[in-house]
């Protein structure tokens, strides 16, 4: 499979390609919306979270705390979202790419996460600029968020991949998923801080394995130290999990998705 995907290499480069060039085609600015509306929402967060509302977390004393921790969340749960939203249709929405032509079908998610990835990076690039400009750039430690978004990405593909074969043949699936992905952002502490929940909620955040990825990621921007690595364990685990099982039902029903296409 490895080598199909290599062999394809340059029909998945041309789609991330086209798919970046074709959402800003017929548009005046182009390309500069994928830098104009990242750091819009970088102002907005600042001004009016940071400077309007005052809003600041317990036990860190930096003018932009509340901002970096929640562009921190956010981001890092954008990338999660868009993976697992964009999988989710993945093969339904290639349908007629998929009955015409020839190639690895396990090509598609991996386009669906390069082109994640690079919108990913351009906005966590200019966040980083922000960092730097108001100087609160973590330091070295900030190389440990590597990691930590590896294992969210593991985790978003697996996912993608289970809920991708399964809305071929069930279509109620992909609804149902956007409906559980508004839940679930509204239970990850990334608007609100951890400490602000009742202690009995808050130890219902350790069944949602998002919580301890966005977390770690707030602890390395806003605290500025290493996340805690044994929270991580139990989403890795659930993430190699979820990726095993959807390959497993992806090579068990490529066949019958082209029928049922």
Known sequence: MLLGVWR???????SVRREFQGRYRNSLLGAAWTVLNPLAMIVVYTVIFSQVMHNRLQGVDLPFAYSIYLCAGALTWGLFAEITSRSQGVFIENANLIKKLQFPRICLPIIVVLNAGVN????FGLFTVFLLLTGTFPGWIYLALLPVLLVMTLFAVGIGMILGVFNVFFRDV???FTILLQFWFWFTPIVYPASALPPEIREMLGWNPMAAVVG?????LVAGHAPHW???LPVTALALLCCALGMQLFRKRAGEMVDEL
């Open 8 to 14: 394809y290499r340059g029909f998945i480069a041309g």
């Open 120 to 123: 990913f990076v351009i906005i």
């Open 174 to 176: 992909g609804q149902f």
């Open 216 to 220: 770690a990621c707030q602890d390395i």
């Open 230 to 232: 044994r929270s991580l």
